[in-house]
């Protein structure tokens, strides 16, 4: 409500609320007084409240497309879970870019921690490793998450070997690069404590 009556009083100031009820259809109509008392009012005098304005637009701009969202069909808010008693649970998650998704779902617990996910090729388990790295990260940024429900416990870290590449420039191999990720996952798993961790076709290669 005071975001909305800042924006209400800066635009019914005389200069601005005169503009707005005679906008030209073709800004080359403009006169040369009107564009010097804008440029004034916008760019020097009101420059510190075009800003605030400007900055209400966006959070209400944000807002609408995440309230929109939450009305398609696999969107829903997270529910956070209790440190005491840490759940991951997804009921119907999907990949956000597909336009006919499959629905997973898939728990863990305390008592299971892990998950190997088996299956032929082309049967969607990166797809839904990838899923699951999205819900982590869209449900820590707490914005509105593709699955009917998501209940997670508040992490403080995500890693992921999804898509790892080598690098001719620097020397690494593919597996070269697939151990230092793993040896920095480690690192920060013992630093850190609670992480989530995706592994796709971990060590793939030549033997």
């Known amino acids: ?49 075009i800003r605030k304005l400007l900055d209400i637009v966006y959070e209400i701009d944000v807002l609408q497309s995440l309230s929109k969202l939450l009305e398609e069909q696999y969107f829903s808010l997270p529910d956070y879970s209790e440190p005491e008693n840490p759940v991951f649970e997804a009921i119907d998650c999907v990949h956000p870019l597909l336009e006919n998704p499959k629905p997973n779902s898939i ?17 969607g388990k990166s797809t839904f490793l990838k899923t699951i790295a999205i819900l982590t990260y869209f449900a820590h940024l ?22 790892l590449s080598d690098s001719l420039s620097q020397g690494f191999s593919h597996f070269y690069t697939e151990v230092n990720r793993v040896k920095e996952m480690a690192i920060n798993i013992k630093e850190n404590g609670k992480m989530v961790i995706v592994l796709d076709e971990l060590f793939r290669g030549t033997n």
């Open 1 to 49: 409500a005071r975001s909305f009556k800042i924006a209400l009083e800066l635009i019914s100031v005389k200069a601005i609320a005169e503009f707005l009820e005679n906008i030209p259809t073709d800004s080359k109509k403009l006169k040369p007084k009107q564009i010097n008392q804008l440029d004034n009012f916008f760019r020097d005098k009101n420059k510190q409240d």
């Open 107 to 123: 728990k863990l617990d305390r008592k299971k921690s892990l998950c190997f996910i088996t299956g032929p090729n082309m049967s």
């Open 142 to 163: 707490g914005i509105p998450v593709p699955a009917r429900s998501l209940k997670i416990p508040l992490q403080n870290g995500l890693f992921t070997t999804i898509n």
